[in-house]
């Protein structure tokens, strides 16, 4: 069987067999996957609200706010009114929250080494640039913020990934 037919086959038992390592590491920690990812994404954007953070941590909206209830009562986080909307609330980790963060991405740093382990430098490189003009891709067809895509859009993004040209907004993941 051509290896190409394997391939979506392939990328989710990576992905799913990644998480699951990764999810050991963190229970280490005593937290779940949902809650490293509030965490890592309310790190690099302070002050956003709980939906934001919930479609940011691709959490959904009512599992959201029982992570964030459980990280508010340990400490790790705060919410405060929203001077432009007094009913929201914007997120806000708390300094007791660096040590989880640093314990995630230094458990994130094992994982992926344990996974890249064997490959080269050069190979990694390769690999994460394919895997994101991939996702450059793949993302060119979902509807853009403010309405559906047209439908040059993602032809005009599968050719600047093809080229090398865009890449994706990408964050330290684990």
Not at 52 to 57: F, G, K, R, S, V
Not at 119 to 124: A, P
Request: contains cysteine; aromatic residues 6%.
């Amino acid at each position: 069987m051509p290896r190409m037919r394997n391939f979506g086959f392939l990328l989710k038992d990576v992905s799913r067999r990644y998480v699951l390592r990764f999810e050991e590491r963190a229970r280490e920690i005593s937290l779940t996957l949902p809650q490293c990812k509030a965490l890592v994404r309310l790190e690099a954007h302070q002050g956003v609200n709980q939906v934001q953070l919930a479609a940011l941590a691709d959490v959904e909206p009512m599992t959201m706010v029982r992570i964030l209830d459980r990280m508010q009562a340990d400490g790790l986080l705060e919410r405060r009114p929203d001077p432009a909307d007094r009913r929201a609330r914007l997120l806000y980790l708390t300094p007791k929250a660096k040590p989880f963060l640093d314990e995630i991405w230094r458990l994130s740093a094992l994982t992926r080494a344990e996974t890249f382990a064997g490959i080269g430098r050069q190979d990694r490189d390769a690999f994460v640039g394919v895997l994101e003009r991939v996702h450059a891709n793949l993302c060119a067809f979902e509807p853009a913020a403010t309405g559906a895509a047209s439908a040059a859009q993602p032809a005009q993004a599968a050719k600047k990934a093809a080229a090398g040209g865009h890449r994706s907004r990408t964050t330290r993941t684990r």
